[in-house]
């Protein structure tokens, strides 16, 4: 029978039942007593210098309480990036300062270059429009090559070139990796693009700054994955505001897929204008203004080369990679086409020699940072796309090539810096056998084509690490910031517990799973332990949620804590049985004492703990409340194998996804349906990103595809029913959950399985495609196909 409460259990998510019935509190819901409101002016063009701005007629306008520009902030930090990246020479990144409001110059079309606060959003936009700008257009710099070519302008003058930083992981000496490529009896060599894509949360980001005179207290309430970062950016770098003058407030948000992890120039701007107006300000994006102002994901262009044995086994592997910044540092961007990404170019497979070069460049493009996965989605895509490739180069089985080479051994040093503690890649693919009925595929491709129709399959299996860490590790790689988590378990008198966490949920179902794990650990009802979480003003310090992290370090931090209350309250209990407390068992919500009949209830050693009476505690202080913080001592490691069938139209060059399998390995899970949702939200954004979406700009440096016009969002219809198994389990060794992370794995695996799939079917339907980049819209599979 399946568990109906604790850990393993599958209860509705709580949180949705205010969701459902429009309950819920979004940023865009709040409205402070007398607040403004604020259009941005934009850049329309890529690269400009700043002639002249005049904005007096514009002041004069009716509702218009004040136009700030980037004279303003001639005196205010910029906007910092979270992580130094050094190149492979030991220089640090070329690191540009990031203007709340462009000061001189914009770089990418969006670039806010004016601020009109007033009484409504109409009236501030109808004064932007107002305000006389003459911009010297400068050329764009939309292509990454072309940026890097001696002659190109330089987009930020003060840098030396358009050039980040090059950067090398894994084999540093040239001639040993070119050796082992010489010595190999096949080399499979790929050139791909992983595009440039836009997140789309259902919520665009909005910002409500507050200012108290009384008080002299900042209030800003955002969309934000990780409001204590927001709080301690802001004021350390960017407005220099005393920390404990700013709340930061993160209420319910609508989905951010990492669009929401960084510091903006609109949070800062907001939390600054509330004080210079001496009113509230809010501004709420349009979707058309988050397509030119929330950072991209993805942009890679990347050759990769792969060399085998004369038995087929790995022996090398190197890619060059041009990973592209945008026009800015955001705040974590430098990480993630380095150490989020070249750390996980071992995958699954004992390959002895890996080189990983990465060049990061700057172009007048929006910024580009962490989008769901971050850097894992394009390591897999490279090495499951050329490990595919070598496959049929050889006249080999896919599968098998794959289990021939998948590491066993664990732990497991890899050649790019990871150890991978546990895991079993040939038992996710046996799942995966048998969920995706491969047995049956064969008369499935036969009926496909009765029907005049390709049909191909398409399997990739992919590792990723999860909850980054540790601190010191980290740090030492660049990270600006410690990486471990906090949570505070606070029981009441009556025996209800309010669990304060500094992880931020957004759709992850943190309401409804964190109480599982409390719930288990004491033996009572999950109702009675409710999750604080989002405002700085009640929770500890904390990191936030991405990178698949929550459970496996807040919920450790968790973890921690009720230990400790459980330490304590066996204290109590001990007391008031007259017993020792070596001798007190917990139990479904009861202490025993072991070996009697003596027992007290949760609720009663609760009330003693604030309410003593005639039972002095002695020694011990009153009150039942705990805090731990949790540095993980190293990354988890969740890993799986993916199954795709489609369906190929030779006429049109339609792809109709016909199935889809996934077996995961999480290590242990605290709620399988949730389990099963992310990992569904996550195979339909990698659907999106295999058939569908790319965000454009033409050789101007014009976004092509700044609406959902011209930007193709998955639909209902698009992504088919899926098969989810998660039954393989290797528990992490290193957290006392066990747990490895599930929020990105769909999200990684899904778009190489799709892409092999097309490239079967086209290849067993007599067309000599060795591949295609994404998206794989029809026009790029039919004239694939007819050329």
């Known amino acids: 029978m399946p568990k109906d409460h604790g850990i393993g259990a599958s209860p509705k998510r709580r949180e949705d039942v205010r969701f459902l019935t429009g309950a819920g509190n979004y940023t865009d819901d709040i409205n402070v007593a007398g607040q403004a409101y604020v259009h941005f002016l934009r850049s329309d063009v890529a690269h400009a210098r700043i002639k002249s701005l005049d904005t007096s007629a514009a002041e004069a306008m009716p509702g218009v309480v004040k136009i700030f520009t980037g004279a303003d902030f001639a005196g205010v930090g910029g906007l910092p990036c979270g992580w130094q990246v050094t190149d492979r020479h030991g220089a640090p990144m070329q690191e540009p300062p990031h203007p709340i409001l462009a000061q001189g110059k914009v770089r990418h079309v969006g670039d806010p270059i004016a601020a009109v606060v007033a009484d409504?959003?109409?009236?501030?936009?109808?004064?932007?429009?107002?305000?006389?700008?003459?911009?010297?257009?400068?050329?764009?710099?939309?292509?990454?090559?072309?940026?890097?070519?001696?002659?190109?302008?330089?987009?930020?003058?003060?840098?030396?070139?358009?050039?980040?930083?090059?950067?090398?992981?894994?084999?540093?000496?040239?001639?040993?990796?070119?050796?082992?490529?010489?010595?190999?009896?096949?080399?499979?060599?790929?050139?791909?693009?992983?595009?440039?894509?836009?997140?789309?949360?259902?919520?665009?980001?909005?910002?409500?700054?507050?200012?108290?005179?009384?008080?002299?207290?900042?209030?800003?309430?955002?969309?934000?994955?990780?409001?204590?970062?927001?709080?301690?950016?802001?004021?350390?770098?960017?407005?220099?505001?005393?920390?404990?003058?700013?709340?930061?407030?993160?209420?319910?948000?609508?989905?951010?897929?990492?669009?929401?992890?960084?510091?903006?120039?609109?949070?800062?701007?907001?939390?600054?204008?509330?004080?210079?107006?001496?009113?509230?300000?809010?501004?709420t994006a349009s979707r058309t203004e988050a397509f030119m102002s929330d950072a991209h994901g993805r942009d890679h262009v990347t050759k990769i080369e792969l060399a085998l044995d004369a038995d087929n086994n790995f022996t090398a592997l190197r890619t060059n990679t041009l990973a592209n910044m945008g026009a800015y540092l955001s705040t974590f961007s430098s990480s993630v086409p380095t150490w989020l990404h070249g750390t996980l170019m071992a995958g699954n497979y004992k390959t002895p020699c890996i080189q990983v070069n990465v060049k990061a460049v700057f172009t007048s493009t929006v910024p580009v940072d962490a989008y769901r996965g971050a850097g894992r989605p394009e390591a897999t895509f490279q090495i499951e796309r050329v490990i595919d490739m070598a496959a049929r180069e050889l006249g080999v089985d896919p599968i098998a090539l794959r289990r021939q080479n998948f590491i066993t051994q664990f732990p497991y040093d890899t050649p790019v810096a990871l150890t991978y503690d546990t895991g079993d890649y040939n038992a996710t693919m046996d799942k995966l056998e048998v969920a995706a009925d491969l047995a049956g595929f064969a008369a499935r491709r036969a009926q496909s084509e009765k029907n005049g129709k390709l049909r191909g399959l398409g399997i990739n299996s992919y590792i990723e690490a999860c909850g980054i860490a540790p601190s010191n590790i980290v740090g030492m790689l660049g990270a600006r910031a410690g990486l471990y988590d906090a949570a505070t378990v606070r029981v009441n008198a009556t025996g209800s517990i309010s669990v304060m966490v500094g992880a931020h949920s957004h759709g992850q179902g943190h309401e409804t799973a964190f109480p599982q794990v409390v719930a288990e650990m004491i033996g009572i009802d999950e109702s009675m332990i409710e999750i604080v979480h989002g405002d700085t003003s009640k929770i500890p310090f904390g990191m936030g949620t991405y990178g698949s992290r929550s459970l496996a370090v807040c919920g450790s931090a968790m973890v921690r804590a009720t230990e400790k209350i459980i330490n304590k309250a066996k204290k109590i209990a001990a007391h008031l049985m007259e017993a020792s407390e070596a001798d007190i068992e917990l139990k479904d919500g009861m202490f025993s004492v072991v070996g009697t009949d003596k027992s007290v209830a949760w609720g009663d050693v609760t009330l003693t703990a604030y309410v003593p009476h005639n039972f002095p505690l002695e020694e011990i202080e009153p009150g039942l409340e705990e805090t731990a913080f949790y540095d993980p001592a190293n990354f988890t490691y969740p890993a799986g194998a993916y199954a795709c069938e489609v369906e190929v139209d030779p006429e049109t060059g339609k792809v109709t996804i016909e199935r889809f399998s996934a077996a995961d390995d999480f290590g242990n899970i605290i709620n399988p349906m949730i389990v099963d949702g992310q990992v569904h939200g996550g195979i339909g954004q990698g659907i999106g990103q295999a058939l569908l979406e790319g965000c454009v700009y033409d050789d101007n440096g014009q976004l092509l595809s700044g609406s959902y016009m011209d930007y193709a969002m998955p639909r209902a219809d698009d992504v088919p029913f899926y098969t989810v198994d998660h039954s393989s389990q290797t528990p992490c060794t290193h957290n006392p959950l066990g747990v490895k992370g599930c929020g990105e794995a769909g999200a990684i695996g899904s778009p190489p399985a799709v892409v092999n799939a097309v490239i079967d079917a086209l290849q067993s339907g007599g067309h000599a495609v060795k591949h295609i980049d994404m998206p794989m819209s029809p026009s790029r599979v039919w004239t694939a196909m007819n050329s």
């Open 120 to 283: 409504t959003y109409e009236q501030a936009r109808d004064a932007a429009e107002a305000i006389e700008l003459d911009l010297e257009e400068l050329p764009a710099l939309v292509d990454m090559k072309a940026a890097l070519s001696p002659d190109a302008p330089k987009l930020h003058e003060d840098l030396t070139s358009n050039l980040c930083y090059d950067w090398v992981l894994g084999e540093t000496d040239d001639s040993v990796i070119d050796k082992a490529f010489a010595d190999a009896a096949h080399v499979t060599t790929l050139e791909l693009t992983n595009q440039r894509l836009v997140a789309n949360p259902m919520e665009p980001r909005v910002a409500v700054g507050e200012y108290n005179r009384g008080t002299q207290d900042y209030t800003l309430y955002t969309t934000s994955q990780n409001p204590h970062v927001i709080r301690l950016l802001m004021c350390a770098f960017v407005l220099g505001l005393p920390e404990h003058k700013v709340r930061v407030v993160a209420p319910d948000v609508g989905g951010g897929f990492g669009t929401k992890i960084f510091h903006y120039a609109e949070e800062a701007f907001c939390t600054f204008a509330a004080k210079a107006c001496n009113r509230p300000v809010k501004w």
